[in-house]
């Protein structure tokens, strides 16, 4: 059973807007650290933003800062990523994850989703 599953994703034309949500799935991630990583083609997964439990700390990669959003609501289980002026190259698979450790490093992270495929066209 996948714990993590992220929905919103799609095609988008450049200076749009999506919004992700993950929501949790058969257990609860209201005490971990969560974070949206994605990967495009060819390279390895990257860091995009991290939110602690409480909601108190935010952190955020430098190429999505000002543009993306990340936000979650621990009674409903779901984190949000609000993606405003997207770029082409913000283009990959995004994916939710969530670690019992406050923390932002990719490899800490036990809990993953499946992905959700962003597009954004020039």
């Known amino acids: 059973q996948v714990p993590l599953i992220e929905s919103g994703g799609g095609l988008v034309q450049a200076g749009g807007s999506l919004r992700l949500s993950c929501a949790a799935s058969?257990?609860?991630?209201?005490?971990?650290?969560m974070a949206w990583f994605r990967q495009a083609p060819g390279k390895e997964r990257e860091f995009v933003a991290g939110?602690?439990?409480?909601?108190?700390?935010?952190n955020y990669a430098d190429s999505v800062k000002g543009r993306f959003t990340i936000s979650r609501d621990n009674a409903k289980d779901t984190m949000y990523l609000q993606m405003n002026s997207l770029k082409p190259e913000d283009t990959a698979v995004y994916y939710c994850?969530?670690?019992?450790?406050?923390?932002?490093?990719?490899?800490?992270?036990?809990?993953w989703g499946q992905g959700t495929q962003v597009t954004v066209s020039s």
């Open positions: 939110i602690t439990w409480k909601g108190g700390n935010t």
């Open positions: 994850a969530a670690s019992p450790l406050r923390t932002y490093d990719v490899i800490k992270y036990d809990y």
């Open positions: 058969g257990r609860t991630f209201s005490t971990y650290t």
